[in-house]
């Protein structure tokens, strides 16, 4: 590989892509320093996958430079190729091999000799739990089965950098863990990871550095510290029986947002139990009934709120 | 490795795939060994003593039909596997293993490469069934060796020829459906040949479409091969035709195959 350290691992500069007449990537610019998480977080459409088809070589890009492990992805692809691991989000997975033919079929399209693919196989299948499933078809394995394989798939020729299209969409909460467990272990060996991800709680979770992609275009690019502070706080929803109890408590505090039809107040509050106990405690000593409450955190929809101006397509639909 | 041997290596190892899915698949190629077979049976047992004795030979019958119909049936046969190469590719380009492949430092057109021997290999094996049930039930041909291992060559010319024609189909259609729809026509084209009864006596613009269409030299020259009617220039006809689809379809594959697959 004849990346340096000084290198980053991917570099992209004004990236445009259009399909017929929707421009789908609007002059995307990127920098992933090695050895780190790089999320892309967006909705759906923002234009995720379609960075990382161009960034691994699926498809072309119109306009811009993209640089993968020091090679440019448009004149030397085969070079970025080898350098790279991919996992889609159509999993691809052959479903009529089983989990280890599956991973020697990699291994010999990344021509290593025999006993060092069977090797390498080996030990994926037991690092990734499925050992068990080794010798039955792909088609016949459980979502998020399917996923580990897929990943592993991708790990066979040990590449430097992964491209991962939302690992963790459509997994149930324990597989999301694992896959999470898979990823830290990967980055501490050394592997640079691009990920793509629906969710803020993951890319909190997992990146080092987060860029939020909206209808193609990047609005925000930082560490998830440096985003969260640019998203307002969460808030306290606050149900009231009647308008004299919702009149009441917006008279007692300020700031507060009221809805009289909804008979509902929403109070700014970052949602732990010190600021609840405060609240309700002023609320007990006035005598005001709430009859329901709950607590709002920021979320995926705040953070496009606030940095696009415009509530997400699933928000506006609400 | 040089560049030429990591072609054939990703080549053999996407031909293994091949052959491992048709183990898994068992069924599409039994029905396509199935098919020509049940056909043979059919004309023989069926319509053979009657075409047989309009063919005006000293025998006439159902002997006479067998040893005609043979070489119409082997066409057939390799025809359906065009059918399963156009459906197979199709199915695999829904996948995304493809795409994963697409993303790896492989020889790219060993993907098609796969495609294309496994079903050549398919197909053979369904030609060479359908011969072996012809002798069993009375097929004798006078071929010598050498006019045997011509035979089975003029089969493989077709057969690599319609197999690229067939990688192309199931590389331009959308859908596993549609895939297995367009190759229909290419089942079709033997009975409206040489194949299963004379040309002469069909209608003047019917005969006309037969005589030049390109499975009719095939069929001649097989025939001729086999048990020794005239080739006359059926067989540089039958080379030239197989060249030039095998071409045609070769380069359409390959322009389909290195578009962008999401566009």
Known sequence: ?318 | MSTLSYAVADSATMLRRQLRHMQRYLSVTVFLVGMPIVFLLLFVYVFGGTLGDGLGGPAGGRAEYLEYVVPGILLIAVAAGGTGTAISVAMDMTEGIVARFRTMAIYRPSVLAGHVLGSMIQTMLAVAAVTGVALLIGFRPNATPVEWVATAGVLAMITLALTWLCVAFGLVTKTVEAASNLPTPLVFLPFLSSGFVPTDSMPTWLRWFAEYQPFTPVIETVRGLLVGTAIGNSAVIAVAWCAGITLVGYLWSRRLYNRDPIR
């Open chain 1, 1 to 318: 590989m004849t990346v340096t350290p000084s290198q980053p691992a991917i570099t992209v500069t004004g990236l445009r892509k259009s399909f017929g007449d929707t421009l789908v990537l609007d002059g995307i610019d990127l920098d992933v320093p090695q050895g780190t998480v790089f999320a892309l977080l967006g909705p759906n459409g923002a234009g995720k996958t379609t960075t990382v088809h161009v960034l691994s070589t699926l498809i072309r890009a119109d306009a811009g430079e993209v640089r993968v492990a020091g090679h440019d992805a448009a004149r030397d692809p085969d070079a970025v190729r080898a350098a790279i691991g991919v996992t889609g989000q159509l999993t691809a997975v052959d479903n009529l091999l089983t989990g280890e033919e599956n991973l020697l079929l990699m291994a010999n399209l990344r021509h290593l000799d025999r006993a060092e693919g069977r090797r390498r196989a080996a030990a994926l299948l037991e690092r990734f739990d499925l050992a068990e499933a080794a010798r039955k078809p792909a088609a016949t394995f459980s979502g998020g089965m399917k996923r580990r394989l897929d990943l592993a798939m991708g790990l066979v020729g040990d590449p430097r950098i992964v491209f991962l299209d939302e690992p963790t969409t459509g997994l149930d909460p324990r597989s999301r863990r694992t896959m999470w467990e898979i990823i830290r272990d990967l980055v501490t060996g050394g592997v640079t990871v691009l990920l793509t991800t629906q969710y803020l709680e993951e890319a909190d979770e997992l990146a080092n550095r987060i860029a939020l992609l909206d209808r193609g275009r990047l609005v925000a690019e930082g560490t998830p510290d440096e985003l969260k502070r640019r998203i307002p706080g969460g808030h306290v929803r606050l149900q009231f029986a009647d308008p004299d109890g919702l009149e009441a408590a917006a008279g007692m505090l300020g700031g507060a947002v009221r809805d009289e039809e909804a008979l509902t107040l929403q109070v700014p509050s970052d949602g732990s139990v010190t600021a609840l106990r405060v609240l309700l405690d002023r609320l007990g000593g006035a005598s005001v009934e709430v009859s329901e409450l709950s607590i709002h955190t920021p979320d995926l929809d705040d953070v496009f709120l606030t940095l696009t101006g415009q509530p997400t397509k699933e928000e506006a639909a609400r």
